[in-house]
């Protein structure tokens, strides 16, 4: 079995910063693809940043220049640095480890970022 577990949420004022982290361990030996999902109470889950196995990179339009995906192959860690964050922002972030083309993906259990005053 695969695990995936997120880390670093937490409470932040606006305007400030948080860096998210994703570990992916157990039985996976192909990492096709990881990203970042996020999902606000009422909303749908969406996607908010994704980085291939060669390293190039896709950002959600709100998010672009705020927020950086990179990471650790060694740690099969997947990073998301969030700066200027906005209370709009506020959702449990979710990281997705994908083995292979065509398939869904590994998801953690998430991590809630509130951005508040």
């Known amino acids: 079995q695969v695990q995936v577990v997120e880390s670093g949420g937490g409470l932040v004022q606006p305007g400030g910063s948080l860096r998210l982290s994703c570990t992916a361990s157990?039985?996976?030996?192909?990492?096709?693809?990881m990203g970042w999902y996020r999902q606000a109470p009422g909303k749908q889950r969406e996607f908010v940043a994704g980085?291939?196995?060669?390293?190039?990179?896709n950002y959600a339009e709100s998010m672009e220049g705020r927020f950086t995906i990179s990471r650790d192959n060694a740690k099969n860690t997947v990073y998301l640095q969030m700066n200027s964050l906005k209370p709009e922002d506020t959702a449990v972030y979710y990281c997705n480890i994908k083995p292979a083309y065509g398939l869904t993906g590994y998801w953690g259990q998430g991590t809630q970022v509130t951005v508040s005053s």
């Open positions: 980085m291939s196995s060669g390293g190039s990179t």
């Open positions: 157990g039985s996976i030996f192909r990492i096709y693809a």
